[in-house]
């Protein structure tokens, strides 16, 4: 409950964050400039669907060797695959559904822009562009996530890895922590049970 309120904030404010930006940027731009944007933000929703995919179906095994031979970014791996479902939600439901939500808005200014170039008299030629533009901009996205999840799939383990030594350099050199592995209770429990045989005693 409290994970499904904290990502829905966290998509309210992305969400709107990437539409102002993406608006302000096709703010009195040629519709070539505008196609790139497109494309751009489309090609970021493939990248972070197939990050979700990939700590998806990662196997944690390999990073325990890793993080033995003190691999850089091998224990952060190793949480992103031990909290694979929050990750994977993050990457895919917020930002990949957010980057198409935004794209498909982004595509319909830049038909407006197209239709002042063509003026008037060019409905047909309007028309056609319109058909053409958002049926490329489809195929990008489909085609972009289709081979995204299967070169993730496929290379799960190197693209982990990667994102791990991506967290590692930021915990260590701003201090922050992107994500924490889940905590071992055993020992605290056993410790707590101990002293409460101890007392009792």
Partial sequence: MQWSIFISIVTF??????????????????WG???????????????????GIASASA????????????VPGAKQA????????????????????????IS???????VVLMIGDAGEGEGLMTAVVTVVFSAVVSAFTVGGKALGKSFAIHNSIPIVLWIGKAFYVVEHRFGIRVLGGRKKTNGKRGSKRAARSDSSA
Avoid at 13 to 27: D, E, G, K
Wanted: proline share 1%; with cysteine.
């Fill in 59 to 70: 196997n944690e095994r390999p990073f325990h060797a890793m993080a033995a031979e003190k």
């Fill in 78 to 101: 190793i949480a992103i695959v031990r909290n694979a479902d929050r990750f994977s939600n993050f990457c895919n439901d917020v930002v990949g559904d957010i980057c198409g939500i």
């Fill in 33 to 51: 400039v505008g196609v790139l944007v497109v494309m751009v933000i489309v090609a970021i929703g493939i990248f972070f669907d197939m990050m």
């Fill in 13 to 30: 404010v992305l969400a709107s964050v990437f539409s102002v930006v993406s608006t302000a940027m096709l703010q009195g731009v040629v």
């Fill in 104 to 110: 498909g808005t982004a595509s319909a200014l830049v």
